[in-house]
């Protein structure tokens, strides 16, 4: 048998252990995913966190920050702007964050997402936004100030503890971009 039909034979096996929901079947097929897994299961996982207990969705989760793969990152991010549901959000977003994987190239998107989101959403976009390195483009940081500034222009009431989120959001993108008019002001000749 080649090695692509044994990857497929055992993806597939993989997936019907998901489909079983219980705590065994689930370890089983977080194994077989770890060892044969690519992109491509990503999606699936992310789906199966819904209508798991807690326990369930912790091993999930746990598989999920230990991807490596850097091109993951895009696969997460594109999942988040296509889920409408909240709390499938932020399962995704406290993955995220236990991740060792970039996310800088997303800083807006993150910027977005909690200016959009509750409390938490936004609480778990700060700490995203926190373990990002930079440097960052300018347009990235021109572009998060801008939907800052629309937040703070459109918003509607808010709890204290989200405006105080937001403040923190808004003072490290206004920490990068001095570290980018610092580096202007440098000549190189």
């Known amino acids: 048998m080649s090695a692509a039909k044994t990857n497929q034979k055992k993806l597939q096996e993989a997936f019907e252990l998901l489909e079983r929901k219980d705590q ?13 897994g690519n992109l491509s299961i990503l999606p699936t996982l992310f789906n199966a966190l819904q209508g798991r207990e807690r326990t369930q969705q912790q091993l999930i989760l ?15 991010v ?21 991740s060792k994987l970039p996310f800088d190239a997303h800083l807006p998107f993150f ?6 989101g509750d ?24 572009e998060a100030q801008l939907l800052l500034k629309e937040y703070i222009e459109e918003r509607a009431p808010q709890s204290d503890q989200k405006a105080q989120i937001m403040s ?22």
């Open 168 to 189: 923190e959001i808004a003072w490290f993108v206004k920490e990068q971009n001095e570290g980018i008019d610092a580096d202007l002001l440098i000549d190189n000749d």
């Open 78 to 98: 594109n999942y988040l702007q296509d889920e409408l549901v909240a709390d499938a959000r932020k399962l995704i977003l406290s993955a995220i964050w236990n």
């Open 119 to 142: 409390y938490l959403e936004a609480l778990d976009c700060l700490t995203i936004i926190e373990n990002m390195a930079g440097p960052f483009e300018e347009a990235q940081l021109l």
């Open 24 to 36: 065994a079947s689930l370890s089983a097929a977080l194994v077989i995913y770890k060892e044969y």
């Open 111 to 116: 910027v977005m997402l909690a200016t959009q």
């Open 62 to 76: 746990g598989f999920l920050a230990d991807v490596n793969d850097s091109d993951a990152a895009e696969v997460f």
